[in-house]
Nanobody
Framework: QVQLVESGGGLVQAGKSLRLSCTASRNTPRPTVMGWYRQAPGKQRELVAQIAANGITNYADFVKGRFTVSRDTRNSVFLQMNSLKPEDTGVYYC??????????WGQGTVVTVSS
């Protein structure tokens, strides 16, 4: 079964850091783009950051300069989150685009930033 498995969420104080990881199962076709979305309580899911197979990255304005997305040569993607703010609180979802009309989602990992 093709799936994405996330880890690294938790509770931290404002100003601290967290690192999220996501790994696709072995039988997953190599994703063209991998990235992270988040959903805050009462809000819609939004893009945080993504990285293409060629290394090109795309960030939401609200994380530029604080978050860094990276991926390895296999099927893992990471999100280094620094200088966290309470408004970064939410469920973070890993996303992988494996075909023009097919994308995968992780189960979500909770990030809570206290003030």
């Amino acid at each position: 079964q093709v799936q994405l498995v996330e880890s690294g969420g938790g509770l931290v104080q404002a100003g601290k850091s967290l690192r999220l990881s996501c790994t696709a199962s072995r039988n997953t076709p190599r994703p063209t783009v991998m990235g992270w979305y988040r959903q805050a309580p009462g809000k819609q899911r939004e893009l945080v950051a993504q990285i293409a197979a060629n290394g090109i990255t795309n960030y939401a304005d609200f994380v530029k300069g604080r978050f860094t997305v990276s991926r390895d040569t296999r099927n893992s993607v990471f999100l280094q989150m620094n200088s966290l703010k309470p408004e970064d609180t939410g469920v973070y979802y890993c996303n992988a685009k494996v075909a023009p009309s097919r994308e995968l989602w992780g189960q979500g990992t909770v990030v809570t930033v206290s003030s």
